[in-house]
């Protein structure tokens, strides 16, 4: 046996250190002397397990049984402190093992002296285990360097001057995607038995103080999409969209005259061969019904020469004149009342409170209701310029000039003095939310209150009308009272125009009203699908903008009814 070897011998009981990092005992099997190691077996868990060491790495846990005539240099490193031994988390041991290597050199007198050389650091197999946590580890750090290049670029994209910068940045990418193209010229529909339209204003003088954020795009002329701001747990930002669609659709460019081309102008015709029209406008309040129906709006004061009351005057007076109807000897009337409060109030006569009854015919009649003969769409104007001075308004969180009161202008053409067809033009009051009313007074809540309640009861009856239900519940309020000849009959045609705020703090409020519309006409849902992502929107947009989907849906239409009835017949 080779001297340095020492007391090292088969059979004998010696210390080990485990690639874990454990100490205990083992018996050596074999020495191998070529490359200066032990053999070593130890009973664990029942089985034999065995393992190879450097005999360096043995003196130095048994320095016992070294050989007692040898001498160590003093370069024998100190034990290795604790920390050495384990992983800077302190719960795993580490994987890496100083091994000193000794060499033998002759001395001066012949004797032998064992050396150490350097402490080498040797990367010995790490567990599975430790492979794992190591693996863990670095996918950690990862996500971290990704969530902070994340910030870091997101920090950049931040413009403190517009607050929802970012808002703003997925809502203008998602645009971009879309074609415009479709949304020039559109031709008026044929069928205005009912028709539903959507109008979405300009941001106001306020909201552009504030940097509030378009939310409303209009991609079709029949398609409305609302942008709801979403935020996730971890705070990221993302959109929602909501898709609606309706019998036209109008952006922020849109003029009163184009609005009103689509809307009350097909119905002009409808009077002159005794038939009932209606057109109004519902929305939330300040979301522009007023500046739709009576022109633009300077404080106070109104220019009623651009609202639709004044373009329905103009084209019933140019359809006077024709050959067909000069030889009907037709006078026109106007009438100018408001409903406040469930009481009907002239504003052509000082307000005089009025009274609505209904007569032995089942008609309903508004007793003391002044009608004047007008001649020209100037003597109009100048109705519509008295009426809406008398008009109760009021001051909300939302509009300093909001209209509190639901006001009716009718067109009357009359016979021999009788009545031959009327158009009735409501601009109605904004429907309000309790939220918005509660730090309000008394008075605004009870109005808040009776506003919604008849727009309720109007809501039920376009929806009865739309569906050709055979009961209308007109009663329901003074509103539809009044209106009860516009909803039953076979001439009588409506046109509904909503309004919509486009600004980010009116979200809610555009989607309830958007959603209030499409109730009264269930038929005319594309469909509410906020979970579609924006590549499947821009699909199904592109198949409603091709011009052969219309040709498909029939056929589908047509086939699906015929399954039907074949079905029906069969049992």
């Not at 219309?550 to 079905?567: A, P, R, W």
Request: with cysteine.
């Amino acid at each position: 046996m080779s001297p340095h070897f020492g007391a090292i011998q088969i059979g004998v009981s010696l210390n080990i250190r485990r690639s874990d990092g454990r100490i205990h005992p083992a018996v050596v099997a074999s020495i191998n002397k070529n490359n200066n190691s032990v053999t070593v077996e130890w009973l664990e868990k029942g089985a034999n397990k065995g393992k190879k060491v450097d005999l360096a790495t043995v003196l130095l846990l048994n320095p016992g049984l070294s050989a007692p005539g040898y001498l160590q240099s003093s370069r024998v490193p100190t034990p290795l402190p604790l920390t050495a031994l384990y992983s800077a988390k302190g719960d795993k041991a580490s994987t890496n093992q100083w091994v000193v290597h000794p060499q033998k050199n002759e001395t001066a007198s012949g004797d032998s002296l064992v050396t150490f050389s350097e402490p080498v650091l040797v990367k010995q197999r790490k567990s599975h285990c430790l492979l794992e946590i190591e693996k863990l580890q670095k996918q950690r750090q990862k996500r971290r360097q990704q969530l902070l290049e994340f910030q870091a670029k997101r920090a950049q994209n931040v413009n403190v001057v517009r607050p929802n910068y970012e808002i703003m940045c997925m809502i203008q990418e998602f645009r971009r995607k879309i074609d415009y193209s479709k949304m020039l010229s559109p031709d008026p529909t044929d069928d205005h038995r009912i028709c539903v339209c959507v109008r979405k204003r300009p941001l106001n003088e306020q909201e552009t103080l504030v940097k509030d954020l378009d939310i409303i795009t209009v991609p079709t002329r029949n398609v409305v999409m609302v942008h709801e701001s979403k935020q996730k747990v971890d705070l990221t930002r993302y959109l929602e969209h909501h898709t609606f669609r309706f019998d036209h659709a109008f952006d922020d460019t849109a003029s009163n005259e184009f609005v009103y081309r689509f809307t009350a102008q097909p119905l002009v015709e409808n009077i002159f061969h005794k038939g009932m029209a209606t057109c109004f406008a519902y929305g939330q309040t300040g979301s522009g019904k007023t500046h739709t129906m009576g022109g633009d709006l300077f404080g106070r004061s109104q220019n009623c020469s651009k609202g639709i009351y004044a373009l329905v005057a103009e084209d019933v007076f140019l359809m006077l004149k024709k050959p067909t109807y000069e030889k009907l000897d037709l006078k026109v009337y106007g009438t100018f009342f408001e409903i406040y409060g469930g009481k009907v109030y002239d504003l052509l006569n000082w307000k005089t409170k009025l009274r609505v009854l209904e007569d032995a015919k089942q008609q309903i009649q508004v007793l003391g209701l002044q009608e004047q003969e007008v001649c020209c769409v100037e003597d109009v104007l100048n109705l519509i310029e008295l009426g809406s001075s008398y008009r109760t308004s009021g001051q909300t969180s939302v509009n300093a000039h909001s209209s509190r009161s639901h006001a009716v202008f009718q067109i009357i053409l009359k016979r021999k003095g009788k009545l031959h067809g009327k158009f009735s033009l409501i601009d109605l009051a904004g429907n309000e939310r309790g939220a918005d009313t509660c730090r309000t007074s008394r008075q605004r809540q009870l109005e808040g209150a009776e506003i919604n309640k008849s727009l309720l009861a109007l809501k039920e009856c376009i929806r009865a009308l739309g569906q050709n239900k055979p009961h209308t519940p007109f009663r329901a309020s003074k509103l539809t009272q009044v209106l009860r000849d516009s909803f039953i009959g076979k001439n009588a045609c409506t046109c509904m125009i909503a309004t919509i705020s486009p600004g980010l703090s009116s979200c809610e409020n555009t989607l309830n009203t958007l959603r209030n519309v499409l109730n009264m006409r269930s038929s005319d849902v594309v469909g509410h699908r906020p979970a579609w992502s924006p590549e499947v929107l821009l699909f199904k947009l592109s198949l409603l903008m091709h011009p052969t989907f219309v040709t498909v849906s029939k056929l589908f239409s047509t086939q699906c009814n015929f399954l039907s009835q074949s079905e029906s017949q069969a049992f």
